[in-house]
T-cell receptor, first 117, second 111 residues
Framework: DAGVIQSPWHEVTEMGQEVTLRCKPI?????LFWYRQTMMRGLELLIY????????DSGMPEDRFSAKMPNASFSTLKIQPSEPRDSAVYFC???????????????FGDGTRLSIL | SQQGEEDPQALSIQEGENATMNCSYK?????LQWYRQNSGRGLVHLIL?????REKHSGRLRVTLDTSKKSSSLLITASRAADTASYFC???????????FGKGTMLLVSP
């Protein structure tokens, strides 16, 4: 079975531009998570979805960030306008079971390396 | 805030030696998980230990959990150069389907 697929692998753009990151979760997984990883702050949860519905977006740093999940096989994370401090590696992860089932290993994509100049 | 904190931040050993990494956390958990991240890749789930378990094995991995001390350890036996990676512990957040990750231990295994 294919894993979580993210695109692009690397994006370099200028400050002020719109950035769109894409994610295809593992088929059959009910949960999708977006994370940001930096050296200073480690891995931070930005937002997560359950059955395509955003459940908690309290980790989204600013209104410049938005995420959508129009269907079970696709999600986007947008930054508009982008700023240099948004430079980081962004990961998407999916899982099949929630906490109620007591077993929630997450499957990660290989990330998008975002550089804002 | 970080729930899990790994110790040490970095560890350098020779092939064949054992590597031990520790994780401390602050609040009650349902389970604790360990992940590995190779350079330039996403995190990969290694092992999950539930709060009512004290020890778990998977191949060369041994995980312990002490809920009274709010700590866990990951032991990699007979390490190989391919074990070079960052290792993260992650704790679940009771009532939510999310995990909180520590900042990781960077393990370097030299041939």
């Amino acid at each position: 079975d294919a894993g979580v697929i993210q695109s692009p692998w690397h994006e370099v753009t200028e400050m002020g531009q719109e950035v769109t990151l894409r994610c295809k979760p593992i088929s059959g997984h009910d949960y999708l998570f977006w994370y940001r990883q930096t050296m200073m702050r480690g891995l931070e949860l930005l937002i997560y979805f359950n059955n395509n519905v955003p459940i908690d977006d309290s980790g989204m740093p600013e209104d410049r960030f938005s995420a959508k999940m129009p269907n079970a096989s696709f999600s986007t994370l947008k930054i508009q306008p982008s700023e240099p401090r948004d430079s980081a590696v962004y990961f998407c992860a999916s899982s099949k079971l929630g906490w109620q089932d007591g077993n929630q290993p997450q499957h990660f994509g290989d990330g998008t390396r975002l550089s804002i100049l | 805030s970080q729930q899990g904190e790994e110790d040490p931040q970095a560890l350098s050993i020779q092939e064949g030696e054992n590597a031990t990494m520790n994780c401390s956390y602050k609040t009650s958990i349902n389970n604790l998980q360990w992940y590995r991240q190779n350079s330039g890749r996403g995190l990969v789930h290694l092992i999950l230990i539930r709060s009512n378990e004290r020890e778990k094995h998977s191949g060369r991995l041994r995980v312990t959990l002490d809920t009274s001390k709010k700590s866990s350890s990951l032991l990699i036996t007979a390490s190989r150069a391919a074990d070079t990676a960052s290792y993260f512990c992650a704790t679940d957040n009771s009532g939510y389907s999310t995990l909180t990750f520590g900042k990781g231990t960077m393990l370097l295994v030299s041939p």
